[in-house]
């Protein structure tokens, strides 16, 4: 009989599958069948709680998360504030604050059972101290989570000094994907041609790419539809996303549907930011007000790989947050009107194993042979996961476990009634 080094028992799977025991072995899952026949140094039986790979942040910005404050708080809460006072925050920053900020946010994210994270880091300042610091951050929390970095050109990569410049510097460094945002450019031809030099830079390296794009209201933005050609042209299929893209809530549905046969073409993967989607869009309008968050529903239909990310946690653009990617996923469910049953699992999907695809993590999942990284969720299933924001009972990494919380639950003490325990499951 093999002795494993820890079994999960009774776990139930995303999937729906029940009753199963996860032998762990090495780091990695060695085993994944009902009444697993064999012994283990440790053994916990999960009772019917849902385990899930951990979560995943598709969208993230790291140097900025926990500066809430600093100098001064987002007055109007809009967007263009929220760049202006990152704007003033620059020249002050620090390599020592970065870090400090990044790895207490790594802390509050491992916590919650995210264990992946794609942060996008501005290279706009000629010092590169934010990519310095995360560079380091992300050498130091290697053993606990995946710290994926964007070369993102904040202010511009034709419209900022230097930036063209600064980002072949950052990805010289380490910083692994190419960034862009192309509606920030001066003009919307500047921003194509924005597109297409960032889409050759990126074949040329054999980088991914991930631009901030359309994230505007603006129907008539059309960044999206050359990142898709520009993904066909250049042959990279599957290794570019579309972040934001909130233009497309806006779009003509006609030419909307062209686009989303363009998209598909191009196998470009989208993440939407719903928290941030719902409280900067729309800023313009009066009422009705748009909602702003891109087109998840359909281009999931049209079978495009789509996650939710978190975007911003308590910095000038977010005065809210926890890292907590169930919140995220709640917010994106309701913002889609995803309440349909398939529709709830694949909200779940968007914050775990889509966004997975997304980073391409390797060995990520439930499959024999996969890393043991695993969340243990005080839920029956990925709705009730949702609709609890369920507790994060153990978060294991590599099979060993680096975080665990009591269960959350409340003693009643009513007069005329027992004393009874709730734990708000069905
Ligand atoms: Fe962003």
Redesign the pocket.
């Known amino acids: 009989m093999t002795t494993l080094d820890l079994i999960l028992r009774n776990a139930v799977l995303p999937d729906g599958r029940t009753g199963l025991d996860i032998g762990v072995k090495d780091g990695r899952i060695a085993a994944l069948e009902r009444s697993l026949p064999a012994s283990a140094r440790r053994e916990i039986d999960v009772g019917g709680c849902l385990v899930s790979p951990p979560f995943v942040d598709a ?3 790291m140097d900025s998360t926990l500066s809430l404050g600093q100098p001064r708080l987002n007055q109007s809460g809009t967007l263009l504030e929220g760049i202006a006072l990152w704007g003033e925050l620059k020249p002050h920053l620090t390599q020592a604050a970065l870090v400090e900020r990044a790895l207490r946010y790594c802390d509050w994210a491992v916590g919650r059972g995210l264990l992946a994270i794609r942060s ?1 880091v501005d290279i706009c300042d000629p010092r590169l101290l934010a990519v310095e610091a995360l560079l380091q951050v992300k050498r130091t929390v290697a053993p606990y989570l995946d710290l994926q970095l964007v070369a993102f050109p904040q202010d511009g990569y034709l419209r900022s000094p230097d930036a063209v410049a600064l980002l072949d510097r950052a990805l010289e460094m380490g910083v692994d994907v190419v960034g862009g945002i192309p509606h920030f450019e001066r003009t919307m031809a500047d921003g194509a041609d924005s597109v297409r030099r960032l889409c050759a830079l990126a074949t040329e390296r054999g980088a991914l790419v991930d631009m ?1 794009c359309d ?1 505007s209201d603006d129907p008539l933005s059309r960044h999206v539809e050359t990142l898709a050609a520009e993904t066909v042209r250049h042959g990279l299929h599957g290794r570019v996303t579309g ?2 893209l909130t233009s497309m809530h806006s779009m003509d549905n006609y030419y909307a549907s062209k686009l989303l046969d363009l998209m598909a073409e191009a196998q470009l993967n989208v993440v939407a ?1 719903p928290l ?1 989607n719902i409280t900067l869009q729309g800023r313009h309008d009066t009422y009705p007000k748009r909602r702003g968050m891109t087109r998840v529903k359909e281009q999931m239909a049209r079978g495009l790989t789509v996650a939710f ?1 978190q ?2 946690v308590m910095d000038p653009w977010y005065p809210l947050g926890s890292g907590d990617m169930l919140d995220v996923a709640a917010m994106g469910l309701h913002v889609a009107q995803m309440t349909g049953v398939a529709e709830i699992g694949a909200c779940f999907q968007a914050v775990t194993a889509n966004a997975a695809r997304i980073l391409q993590l390797e060995r990520y999942g439930l499959d024999i042979g996969c890393h043991a990284d695993l969340v243990v969720l005080q839920a029956s299933d990925p709705a009730e996961a949702i609709r609890l924001r369920a507790t994060r009972l153990y978060v294991l990494r590599r099979g060993r476990i680096v975080a665990q919380a009591p269960k959350a639950e409340a003693t009643l003490d009513l007069p005329g009634r027992a004393t009874t325990t709730v734990d708000w499951r069905l």
């Open positions: 969208h993230f910005h996008h901030h994230e972040s934001h930011n941030i990310g975007d911003c």
